[in-house]
T-cell receptor
């Protein structure tokens, strides 16, 4: 079956610390992969998407970067977190019109 | 790009009431998603539908492609239905990924 794993569920990090959120997919190959963020009071917004290994497109400029070192692995990173990076981060994959969503990570930067 | 609007933003109802949440979008789509986000933040995919109606337990989702409108209904609502309900549609306009509504915060009081 097709599943997506995203961890951790919650994370509290100090300002200036690095970040690495990982998302892995099982049961499919060559999926499109996405990272979304939900800031307080706003809808989920697309941060990055990838159509293949090493191929990353960024939708909005920010303090974050993404990488896809393997077909079914998508990583969201930051070298130095800002307070404004706090929010809910969601990974998803798609093939055609179908999407599968991770359970999300709630990041609080303190 | 698609614009997705949800209403109402907030809804408080008594246990047992019939609940309706509405979603409209601006660009024709192949499929629309309904998601549920619990207070802890985790996302659960409820429905993906491209036409007509789908039912899962007490949840019913309908879509009218011509009118670019979808509704999520909850019958015999229960306090455990309290959550944020989010609709999402393909971004369209050549963009990848989904455009999400801001969500409807539902509270069911016992």
């Amino acid at each position: 079956s097709q599943t997506i794993h995203q961890w951790p569920a919650t994370l509290v990090q100090p300002v200036g610390s690095p970040l690495s959120l990982e998302c892995t997919v099982e049961g499919t190959s060559n999926p499109n992969l996405y990272w979304y963020r939900q800031a307080a009071g706003r809808g989920l917004q697309l941060l990055f998407y990838s159509v293949g290994i090493g191929q990353i497109s960024s939708e909005v400029p920010q303090n974050l970067s993404a990488s896809r070192p393997q077909d079914r692995q998508f990583i969201l990173s930051s070298k130095k977190l800002l307070l404004s990076d706090s929010g809910f981060y969601l990974c998803a994959w798609s093939r055609g019109s179908g999407y599968t969503f991770g359970s999300g990570t709630r990041l609080t930067v303190v | 790009k698609n614009e997705v609007e949800q209403s109402p933003q907030n809804l408080t109802a008594q246990e047992g009431e019939f609940i309706t949440i509405n979603c409209s979008y601006s660009v024709g789509i192949s499929a629309l998603h309904w998601l549920q986000q619990h207070p802890g933040g985790g996302i659960v995919s409820l429905f993906m539908l491209s036409s007509g109606k789908k039912k899962h337990g007490r949840l019913i989702a309908t879509i009218n492609i011509q009118e670019k409108h979808s509704s999520l209904h909850i019958t015999a609502s229960h306090p455990r239905d309290s959550a944020v309900y989010i609709c999402a549609a393909p971004a369209g306009g050549g963009a990848d990924g989904l455009t999400f509504g801001k969500g409807t915060h539902l509270i069911i009081q016992p």
